[in-house]
């Protein structure tokens, strides 16, 4: 079983930058598979960002080219480096991770707003 803490979220300008970071707290963190998501009010909860154990990513079509996705294995976090951010990036965003069980952090609020 893992724990996860989102930090990093906030309010920031159009074409500002924010980095989320997620601790997992637990073992085998390298075994996990790990995934962003957001959630709008009113909206399904989608995809962001996924990155594999073997450090293969994957990005939502919105975010392709503003947004990075990274782990570091020896401090059990994945990391989102959001660039270039949009109105339409703000929602709550939330951590995943994935090994024979599904796991969710609590979310972290980022707004973008002129």
């Known amino acids: 079983q893992v724990q996860l803490v989102e930090s990093g979220g906030g309010s920031v300008q159009p074409g500002g930058s924010l980095r989320l970071s997620c601790v997992a707290h637990g073992s085998f963190f390298s075994f ?33 080219g503003r947004f990075t996705i990274s782990r570091d294995n020896a401090k059990s976090t994945v990391y989102l480096q959001m660039n270039s951010l949009k109105p339409e990036d703000t929602a709550v965003y939330y951590c995943n991770a994935q090994w024979r069980s599904g796991y969710w952090g609590q979310g972290t609020q980022v707004t973008v707003s002129s």
């Open 32 to 64: 996990y598979d790990m995934g962003w998501y957001r959630q709008a009010p009113g909206k399904q909860r989608e995809l962001v960002a996924e990155i594999t154990t073997g450090r293969t990513t994957n990005y939502a079509d919105s975010v392709k």
